[in-house]
């Protein structure tokens, strides 16, 4: 019997799209800066707090998010930030007071992009459990082509009609684009995390055909584990190698009989690798990299459009420059990514 395709591409396909229709209207604040400042009268600061406003509020969603996602699905919470999206990007093209632009673009469209980021990438490494850092790195992609895409696309459109326009365009396109995208999204089965953080595993690996390097290599990127013990928990099969190279046995005891894999928590909990991992220097060195990363970087590309013009650069030149940031940073992106998963 002929075997199906493996639906992992055809998600981490959809994550990228999305990823791109999000952080590309999220980053066309930039594009509409000016236009907005010279059109309503107010000042450039105010409009660029917004942008400030819009990523507090991304990242307080993103907990929310991640944590909806394990309980209800990825696709439910894709779905309602693709209507919280859409309805902040429409309602952005009808604002007459500087608060309601809070509001529209800061607070809603703020949501509806808290809800991609975080549960799609998570979604796109369980599918992918032997090639993580490339399937993040796909769905990170995402940012660049997004921004490359949809700034010379808001420019023009601003320049062609306005940008109230702009934004009606922007917020249908959203609903068009991600919509369709988040109803291909599916859990894997067989193989993946469940929803208390757990890995899983099939012994066969038929369910990851053509994505799972099998047999799994350890978190640490080193030795693949080469045979599995048979926990029987939830049809699942735990490694009875551990990382260090330690040996275990099928019943999850070491040979020494003082340590068991997966390693649990002192409390007996979930393991202690995948159970709570705010408890761990990994998870608030990642948090701290990630918020010097974007604190680094988003206020300058705010101000970057906006800022060309006044130096003299042309309204599309302009736009293009922030597009040639994305064009630039989506090859980076896939590249560290794969190199991750080989070293």
């Known amino acids: ?199 899983r595993f099939t012994s066969s690996g038929s369910s990851v055909a053509g994505a799972q390097k099998w047999p799994p290599h350890s978190p640490s990127g080193g030795q693949p584990f080469t045979s599995l013990g048979s926990s029987g928990v939830g049809g699942s099969a735990w490694p009875s190698h551990a990382p260090g190279g330690q040996s275990f046995t099928s019943s999850g005891s070491s040979a020494a009989g003082a340590s068991t894999w997966p390693p649990h928590s002192p409390s007996g909990g979930q393991p202690a690798a995948y159970g709570r991992p705010w408890g761990t220097w990994a998870f608030w060195g990642i948090a701290l990299t990630h918020f010097c990363c974007c604190a680094a970087h988003s206020g300058p590309l705010f101000h970057l459009v906006s800022h060309a013009m006044d130096q003299g650069v042309a309204k599309m030149a302009a736009a293009g420059i922030l597009g040639a940031s994305g064009l630039t940073s989506i090859l980076g992106r896939i590249v560290t990514g794969i190199v991750a998963d080989r070293v």
Not at 38 to 45: C, I, V
Not at 152 to 177: H, K, Q
């Open 1 to 199: 019997m002929s075997e199906r395709p493996f639906h992992g591409w055809v998600v981490l396909a959809a994550a990228f799209v999305i990823i791109s229709m999000s952080i590309g209207t999220l980053f066309t604040l930039a594009v509409f800066l000016k236009p907005i400042e010279d059109s309503m009268g107010w000042s450039r600061s105010g409009i660029g707090a917004i942008g400030f406003f819009n990523w507090i509020v991304m990242g307080a969603g993103g907990v929310v998010s991640g944590y909806v996602s394990d309980r209800l699905g990825t696709r439910r919470v894709v779905l309602v930030g693709a209507g919280l999206l859409g309805l902040g990007l429409v309602l952005s093209s009808h604002v007459q007071q500087v608060w309601q632009f809070y509001v529209t673009f800061g607070l809603l469209v703020g949501a509806g992009v808290s809800a991609f980021y975080v549960p799609l990438t998570v979604l796109a490494i369980r599918w992918f459990e032997g090639r993580r850092a490339m399937a993040a790195s796909v769905v990170s992609a995402g940012n660049g082509l997004g921004i490359l895409a949809l700034a010379p696309l808001t420019r023009w459109l601003i320049s062609e009609f306005d940008w109230r326009v702009a934004f009606l365009v922007l917020g249908n396109l959203a609903w068009v684009v991600v919509v369709p995208c988040a109803l291909l999204l599916r859990e894997p089965s067989g193989a993946g995390v469940s929803a208390s953080g757990e890995l």
